[in-house]
């Protein structure tokens, strides 16, 4: 009945808020660049009786709403507001005038929905407890989640629970997916450096052949996951850069490859790493090259805390029915800086079904946008799960 009543008052409101994501979509900014971003969230959060603070983690944004039913835990929501360095391909009036940069993953449309439970939850504090609304910089890549935790997040609001959300393409609009356990995936990424002697293209006798080791590298590391790997464990090994040389005759003397591996236990990272290493050095050698491995920590696995998963599960029961809401989706490769909050407390983080959509089911695309059904739906389950979680 609770979740009923909340998707009725925030369905009346959809209009203002959808205006809110489209003028957050038009104009999108890259990782601790929010600045414009953060001013639109405070002032929106200062209309509704609340005190934000403004540059934990340079351009986050967070707000403490009490309840007002007694003393209670407290627990955060989060939502991402960075967008990506792509150009937008959709012409229609709320596109990007922001050249080269678009909102390409949603996170106009998660900060449009917390900011609207924001609302909500002001307006009606009926719980026992505070939620705490994090405005999180710079997760695409950024690692703003670790950043906010440096910067001593959980000292300055000590939350019982953190929760996520990020709509899903391909998932029905009305449905969400709730994982008890892995939910994304790790990530790392390396670079790896070939050298040898260079030479001129037509005395390739006197130099020794970089672009051909490189190829030859490259072909070699598919067999990391399908024969270093248990086929029942997920990951994934992808080679998405090589760069070498400047003119069309000359072999040159380096050749960098790039790319990311994706897995959901150390374990596995250290496996996949030292095949790495060897397979690189074998064929270094076999074409009497040197080379370097470096490696970058990304993100780690973001995993679900089971109890968590379960309150919002029954939240998002309440709201859409045991039919639309999913508990067996496999978990995703991709990567989610949500994950280093979840190191520290226990939580949980759910996808809400965007549909198709514009750009397919294609996340980064750039023909994405967030679909405006979702947000009268996530704001309504936000305030469900904290009116759940919060009970008196």
């Not at 929106?44 to 351009?59: H, I, K, N, Q, Y």
């Not at 929501?77 to 949603?106: V, Y």
């Not at 919002?312 to 029915?321: D, F, K, M, P, R």
């Not at 226990?346 to 980064?364: M, Q, R």
Request: aromatic content about 8%; charged content about 20%; some cysteine.
């Amino acid at each position: 009945m609770e979740a009923r009543r909340w998707l009725v008052r925030a369905q009346s409101r959809e209009r203002v808020w959808r205006e809110w994501r489209h003028e957050l979509h038009a104009h999108p900014e890259l990782a601790y660049e929010e600045r414009r971003t953060a001013a639109f969230v405070a002032e929106r959060l200062r209309s509704f009786g609340l005190d934000p603070v403004e540059g934990l983690a340079e351009t986050g944004v967070v707000a403490v709403l009490e309840g007002r039913r007694g003393e209670g835990p407290m627990i955060a929501l989060r939502a991402d507001m960075d967008a990506l360095p792509i150009p937008e391909a959709n012409t229609f009036a709320h596109a990007s005038r922001e050249p080269g940069k678009m909102h390409a993953c949603g996170h106009d449309g998660h900060t449009a929905m917390l900011l609207a439970a924001a609302e909500l939850l002001a307006a009606d504090p009926a719980f026992a407890g505070t939620v705490v609304f994090v405005f999180q910089p710079a997760e695409e890549g950024g690692g703003g989640a670790k950043r906010m935790v440096e910067e001593g997040f959980f000292e300055r609001y000590p939350v019982r629970e953190i929760y996520g959300m990020h709509n899903w393409p391909g998932l029905p609009v009305g449905q969400f997916a709730v994982h008890s356990g892995p939910v994304m995936a790790g990530t790392e990424r390396f670079r790896i450096v070939l050298r040898g002697r260079g030479t001129h293209a037509a005395m390739p006798h006197l130099g020794d052949d970089v672009i051909a080791a490189g190829a030859a590298l490259v072909q070699s590391l598919q067999t990391v996951v399908s024969r270093r790997v248990d086929p029942l464990q997920a990951a994934v090994l992808s080679v998405t850069q090589f760069h070498a040389g400047h003119a069309f005759n000359v072999i040159p003397a380096e050749a960098e490859l790039a790319g990311t591996v994706r897995a959901f236990s150390p374990e596995l990272f250290s496996r996949i790493g030292e095949a790495i290493e060897r397979i690189g050095q074998g064929v270094a050698s076999a074409y009497g090259l040197s080379l370097d491995v470096e490696w970058d920590e990304g993100y780690p696995p973001t995993i679900n805390t089971a109890s968590a998963a379960a309150r919002c599960a029954e939240a998002a029961v309440a709201l859409v029915g045991a039919q639309n809401v999913c508990r067996e989706a496999p978990p995703s490769m991709g990567a989610e800086d949500f994950a280093f909050f979840l190191q520290h407390r226990p939580g949980a983080y759910v996808w809400i079904g965007n549909g198709p959509g514009e750009g397919g089911c294609l996340l980064h695309s750039p023909h994405y946008d967030f679909n405006d059904e979702l947000l009268s739906l996530g704001a309504a389950y936000w305030a469900t799960l904290v009116t759940h979680v919060l009970s008196a």
